[in-house]
Every structure is written in C-alpha cells, then in structure tokens.
C-alpha cells in the first residue's frame, strides 16, 4: 500500500464490501470474521458491506454473517471512499464488469474463480489489474484450496526436490449433485451465467493447483467434455438453483448449456504429461478433489476429503522401509497451521478462506502483489478455453500461447 492510501485511512481498518452472498459469500464471510481473530494482521480489516440484488435476502445475510450494512446496488458501494477492498463472488458472469470497475476505482478486489468466463474477459481483467498493481492496488483469484496447509507443504516440498523431476500428475475433482435428473436447472449449469460446468467450476481448481504445486505451466491439452442430462426441471431448490433469488418457484424444463464431466491430458511445460477429470457425476464422490504428483525420487499425494494428511513415497528411502508415509500436515511449522490448534487438531474446508484473507491483507500492507493474480487466473481461463477447443476438434492437441499483454 502506498503511504498516500495509508494517509488517505487516517490509520483506519481496510474496509471490504463483498458482492455476492451465496454459497462462496458464506464461505468468505466466515474468513473475513475468523482471520483477524486467530492470525496477528498487519492492518485491521471490517466486514463494512454485503451487497445483493435481493434488499430482504442481502439484509437477512449481512445480519446472519457479521456486514455492519447490506445494500443492493454494487456501483454505489465500489464508489464510497470508505471502502478498501471489494470482494466478488457473484457468479461469473459479472466478475469483469465488477472486477474492472472496482480496479479503476483504487479497490483492492478479491475475485472468486474461475477469473471469469472467457479468455477475452479474463484478459480485460489482467491487464486493468496489472494498471491498478502500478497505483499500489492489488488483485487476487479465490483459489482458496492453495491454502490448505497439506497443498501449501505439497508445493514447498516439490520446490526443495522430494520428488526430484517430476514424470507425472494425476488430478481429479469429483462430486455427484448432478446424478439426480430432478436436480432443478442451477445458474451454474447456464453457460451465461458460469461460462462452462464441471470444466470451468471444478476444473479450474485442479489446472490451478497442478500449475501451483509443481510451478509448471500447462502449455498443451487433449480433451472431451460431455454433458450427460440435457433437459432439467426449472423449481426454486436452495442456493444453487437458477430461479432462487426470483422469489417465485417456476414449472417446465430449460437446457442446460454447460458440461457435467470434462476429461482431458495436460502436457506441462517440462513435457510432463497429467491427467485432468473434472465431472459432477462421479456417484457417491462429494467433494473429492485429488492431486498426485509422480518423480524420479517420489511421489506426493493429496485429497481434499482428508485434507490434513500428505502422503509422500520416498524412492531415496532404503527399498526395505519404502512406502507412502501419512504426514499428519498440523504441526506449529506447517504453512499457516501455528495460528490455530495444537498438533493433531485438524483443520477444515473453511480455514482457506481465511489463510486468503491473511495472505491478501498482509499483501495489501506490505504494497506487494498476492498469488494468485489475475494473469494466474488468465492462465487457467486459456486452459478451460483450450479443452473446449479441442473437445470440439475431436480431441485435437490445442497449444495454449501466452498472449502479449496490452500496454500496460
Ligand atoms: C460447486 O461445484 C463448488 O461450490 C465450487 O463452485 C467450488 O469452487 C468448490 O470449492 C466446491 O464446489
């Protein structure tokens, strides 16, 4: 942070306005409320605003999650000089629009994934970001599961050569709230409104993480997605559904225009192959997103359904001894686990959210930019792009080239 944006506080807390108030809104709220009680921050922050198309609704989330206010008109609120940080997480559809204006307006944003839904939006997107980065503003993705302290220590471990040159990875995110052909018709499953289904919603984490944990790029993919149920039931059904938020449940059947499953091989920079499933129709899988990462020396494994465990295969080990140890990832050394529980005392779903919130306020303090950044977020909006592309080129290879960035 600039000492002028310092100055232009009088030391008061960095205020956030969130934008959304969904399923992720809750999940962030809970990381806004809990990081600044359990982790020393350099600068204080307040949940100033929650803002939502629906007054009732939005009022109903700011009293329920801890916002001192609800409003229902975003631009008013990125507009006030009271608020520091704007973050997104409505869906994807209105992530460039928001993004860019609350950039322009000197806001520091954190912005739910995938970064948006197209490459062009997405590029938009970086380069305001990188414009806004010169002004001492800064932008972050909500990858949150970088910061499960098992995924943080995967990649430490793999940057000191525990698994010497990585040969493979194998990544999967699986859940099944799609098998029920009655499951209404949900926004994430409108290309409008998400861009793409399992692809760009659970598939983007593990392109993420892969690109996170072994520092490589995907440069090339080879692909399918497949939708499986064409037609679903438009009703009102929780916070997923299409037709919430309009107050009235409605009849019929709409298309849905986004995949269910997407399968597809990465090539990484080095040449190393991985292999990517992403589908919502992995029957009793709820949310299992996997990751193992294959070398001369090791292997390294992680599963989000047991999220405080590393299990790492050790091929420098005597060949009597060798075999998948369980690392139990919560002792006081492990990334962000110190500010919590003793040794033992596991973590869950939630933390991320606030190692997000640790790590972009502490970015925001010391005026340097937070991982992921938008061009990060670009990246994987290319690799979404380029699995369609080749899903609808009979699974032709389809290089991913880095654009040249606009004159920032
Ligand atoms: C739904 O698939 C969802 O909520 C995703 O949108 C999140 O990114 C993922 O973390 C959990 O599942």
Known sequence: MTLRQAQGRQGRPLRVAMIGYGFMGAAHSVGWRQAPRVFALPEAVEMAVVVGRNAEAVRDAA??????????????????????????????????????????????????????????????????????????????????????????????????????????????????????????????????????????????????????????????????????????????????????????????YGEVTVDDVAIFTGRLSTGALVSFEATRFATGRKNDLSIEVSGDKGALRFDLEDLNTLWFYDRTAPEATQGFTRILVTEAQHPYVGAWWPAGHMLGYEHGFSHQVVDLVTAIAEGTDPHPSFDEGLSVQRVLAAVEESSANDSAWVRISARQPANR
């Open 63 to 252: 009293a329920q999650w801890g916002w001192q206010e609800s409003a229902t008109d975003w631009r008013e609120v990125i507009a006030r000089d009271d608020i520091d940080i704007v973050d997104i997480v409505t869906p994807g559809d209105s992530h460039a629009e928001i993004a860019i204006a609350a950039l322009e307006a000197g806001k520091h944003v954190l912005c739910e994934k995938p970064l948006a839904n197209t490459v062009e939006e997405a590029e938009a997107m970086a380069d305001a970001a990188s414009r806004a980065a010169a002004r001492g503003v800064r932008s972050m993705v909500g990858f949150t599961y970088r910061r499960v302290p098992a995924v943080t220590f995967l990649r430490d471990l793999i940057a000191q050569g525990a698994v010497g040159t990585i040969a493979q990875v194998r990544a999967a995110y699986r859940q099944d709230w799609l098998v029920d052909p009655a499951m209404p018709l949900a926004w994430r499953l409108q290309k409008e409104h998400a861009g793409s289904g399992a692809l760009g919603d659970i598939g983007a984490h593990i392109i993420d993480m892969t690109q996170f944990v072994t520092g490589l790029s995907v440069d090339a993919v080879s692909g399918v997605v497949d939708t499986i149920v064409t037609q679903r039931p438009l009703a009102d059904a929780g916070p997923m559904s299409l037709a919430k938020g309009s107050g009235e449940s409605t009849t019929g």
